[in-house]
């Protein structure tokens, strides 16, 4: 059994900057991708971004150039940089991450972190 677990979140002025950390535990496992979600009251989950176990990184536009992703693959964590933050990125944080057991792949979220960001 692999979990997820975030810590981080937070509440912040505007402009200020918050770092999120994503720990996965477990055994005999390996991750694939990693990824940070969020989702604000009304709106549907959305990706924020992305990371390979290569490293590469992709980013929705909307947090391009404010944040940054990073992983570290021998301690299965990964880290959300988060700087001049809006009030608009105000929701609460998943990490996700696609798991490796085996031949298999499963999909895998932690119980979410709130970031709130006032004006």
């Known amino acids: 059994q692999v979990q997820l677990m975030e810590s981080g979140g937070g509440l912040v002025q505007a402009g200020g900057s918050l770092r999120l950390s994503c720990a996965a535990s477990?055994?005999?496992?390996?991750?694939?991708?990693m990824a940070w979600y969020r989702q604000a009251p009304g709106k549907q989950r959305e990706q924020v971004a992305a990371?390979?176990?290569?490293?590469?990184?992709n980013y929705a536009d909307a947090v391009w150039g404010r944040f940054t992703i990073s992983r570290d693959n021998a301690e299965n964590t990964m880290w959300l940089e988060m700087n001049n933050l809006k009030p608009e990125d105000t929701a609460v944080y998943y990490c996700?991450?696609?798991?490796?057991?085996?031949?298999?792949?499963?999909?895998?979220w932690g119980q979410g972190t709130q970031v709130t960001v006032s004006s």
């Open positions: 990371v390979s176990s290569g490293g590469a990184t």
């Open positions: 477990g055994s005999g496992f390996s991750i694939d991708t």
């Open positions: 996700y991450a696609r798991v490796v057991i085996g031949t298999h792949k499963y999909q895998y």
